[in-house]
């Protein structure tokens, strides 16, 4: 079984701390990605990793970070959290190409108060 | 594709009626469609996904869904929903650039015992 594992399931966190999430997979997957889903909003995508150190910039970027030192390791970094960032980030992963299934971790809630 | 479009944001049903879930898809390409579903509490998941072949695709728990070519549509359908159903459900596929999923902005189904 593929297992996706996130660092926190709940964070909580002040204006303007770095805030680090951490996201680990099992399966050897290329693909790796970052979601925040927002009620009515769907998943959107904020970056996503093709390979070690690669990375490319999903729809909403501004203010993340990530960094992919290790295949399965994928880390979602805010450098100066805002309360704007309060939302629920999703980790997935997958094998390279769209036509595969993506693995989703359980989510880590984060409040910025 | 460029864009995934999901008709209802909530829907409310009593156990025992019939479900459809719409989904449309802009073409851009490669036509895999999926459908995945959130259950309270758990972990998105694979309901399930259309590669090729048969457009009617059967998935877990009793789903199906019919890709529908010339109008641009992949819904799922299920004759007879139970209470255990009640979950958020999104439609995805592949971008242009296949690199990534673009995602429907969910649908919130709540079945009523």
């Known amino acids: 079984d593929v297992k996706v594992t996130q660092s926190s399931r709940y964070l909580v966190k002040r204006t303007g701390e770095k805030v680090f999430l951490e996201c680990v997979q099992d399966m050897d997957h290329e693909n790796m990605f970052w979601y925040r889903q927002d009620p009515g909003l769907g998943l959107r995508l904020i970056y996503f990793?093709?390979?070690?150190?690669?990375?490319e910039k999903g729809d909403i970027p501004e203010g993340y970070s990530v960094s992919r030192e290790k295949k399965e390791r994928f880390s979602l970094i805010l450098e100066s959290a805002s309360t704007n960032q309060t939302s629920m980030y999703l980790c997935?992963?997958?094998?390279?190409?769209?036509?595969?299934?993506?693995?989703f971790g359980p989510g880590t809630r984060l409040t910025v108060t | 594709a460029q864009s995934v479009s999901q008709h209802n944001h909530h829907v409310i049903l009593s156990e025992a009626a019939s479900l459809e879930l719409g989904c449309n898809y802009s073409?851009?390409?490669?036509?895999?469609l999926f459908w995945y579903v959130q259950y309270p509490g758990q972990h998105l998941q694979l309901l399930l996904k259309?590669?090729?072949?048969d457009p009617l695709v059967k998935g877990i728990k009793g789903f199906e869904a019919e890709f529908i070519k010339s109008k641009f549509s992949f819904n799922l359908r299920k004759p007879s929903v139970q209470w255990s159903d009640t979950a958020e459900y999104f439609c995805a596929a592949p971008s242009d650039s296949n690199y990534q999923l673009i995602w429907g902005a969910g649908t919130k189904l709540i079945i009523k015992p």
């Open positions: 997935a992963s997958s094998l390279f190409g769209g036509a595969y299934e993506q693995y």
């Open positions: 073409y851009g390409g490669t036509v895999n």
């Open positions: 259309y590669l090729s072949g």
């Open positions: 990793s093709y390979d070690v150190k690669m990375k």
